[in-house]
């Protein structure tokens, strides 16, 4: 990705937007409340329009580099999403980046405000696990001409580089797994589907696999209005004492809160329910030792995102691979 040769300044701002430096100045730093929306907006369509970065950035990305990578997470309650940050730290730093966490909490409207942060700061690049699916969302909010990898989310025609897994194959082979196997009452758990591609891919992956000799129960869970007997009690309906059941979690994170509770009240009987999902850690099994997880590699996936920002940052113009994809596969 090329750089720009010739950065545009406040006064560049000014001008376009028809205004003082002053009047600019404080627009940057909040100081709006005197100042008309009109002047405001004029103000962000000058800023867009000339990709203008702030003077505290820009100076030090005129020397060089400030040799900072925001990596910007989707939950740091989720292992998943830490680990992610793990991997791509440890080889940001082993080749002179530093690696700054920032964490949406799973909120698009923080998620919103990191990335205006991010385009006012200057990191010299972005690793992205998003919270949205949307390519052209995320181009209107990361205005920054910089390097960005994406990681964890498969975007349609992005013109980012994506780090992602094989989620719809991964879930499509587990659950022929256990129709294989007899299982015919398949209990889906997890976040909102529509709002993330990795859930939508597993989802699909599942229904892909399903014929009319088994039944389908779906739990989505409001992250943000989450009630975990509430939860339970939904499973605990789902769970059909005349079938073989599956309880299939489409993130780690909700198998490790109601595990615990379901055994001690004794509805997972192992010769009538099998416990699946994606998980990055062993941490299932050792609460439940007859689930059997996919297992994914978050890790290795922050790994390969960094490899690919490095290798925009050292060379910008030289082609690179769409799509990288690290499998995840059900355990034996």
């Known amino acids: 990705m090329a750089k720009n040769s010739g950065r545009a300044t406040i006064r560049d701002v000014a001008r376009v937007a028809e205004v003082s430096t002053a009047t600019v100045s404080r627009y940057l730093n909040g100081k709006t409340a005197k100042m ?8 962000q369509i000058a800023i867009e329009k000339l990709k203008y970065v702030p003077n505290f950035a820009a ?51 923080r998620e919103r405000q990191l990335l205006a942060s991010v385009n006012k ?42 780090v992602v897994t094989n989620n719809f194959t991964a879930a499509k082979n587990a659950t022929t797994h256990f129709i294989d196997k007899g299982f015919d009452n398949f209990i889906v758990i997890s976040s909102t589907i529509s709002q993330a591609s990795t859930r939508r891919d597993r989802y699909a992956g599942i229904k892909d696999s399903l014929t009319n000799s088994q039944t389908l129960t779906t739990i989505e869970i409001d992250e943000q209005n989450y009630n975990l007997a509430t ?74 995102a960094a490899i690919v920002l490095l290798e925009m940052l050292k060379k910008p113009d030289a082609p690179l691979d769409d799509e990288i994809i690290v499998d995840a596969v059900l355990k034996d």
């Open 36 to 43: 008309t929306d009109a002047t405001a907006q004029r103000i």
């Open 59 to 109: 100076r030090e990305m005129n020397h060089n580099a400030s040799k900072m990578i925001a990596v910007v997470i989707a939950n740091i309650e989720d292992y998943f999403s830490i680990e992610i940050f793990r991997g791509a730290s440890a080889t940001l730093e082993a080749n002179g980046y530093i690696a700054v966490l920032l964490d949406a909490n799973s909120q698009e409207a």
């Open 121 to 162: 700061r200057s990191f010299d690049g972005l690793v992205f696990q998003p919270l949205t699916n949307e390519a052209s969302q995320i181009a209107k909010q990361a205005t920054r001409d910089f390097p960005i990898v994406i990681v964890d989310r498969k975007l349609n025609r992005s013109p980012w580089p994506q």
């Open 231 to 304: 939860v339970i009690d939904q499973v605990e309906a789902a769970i059909d004492p005349s079938k073989r059941n599956v309880l299939f979690s489409l993130k780690e994170r909700w198998l490790l809160d109601l595990l615990p509770v379901l055994m001690r009240h004794d509805r997972l009987d192992p010769n009538k329910t099998a416990v699946t999902g994606f998980a990055d850690t062993e941490l299932i099994n050792s609460i439940c030792p007859f689930a059997q997880m996919v297992s994914q590699k978050p890790y290795l996936m922050g790994q390969q």
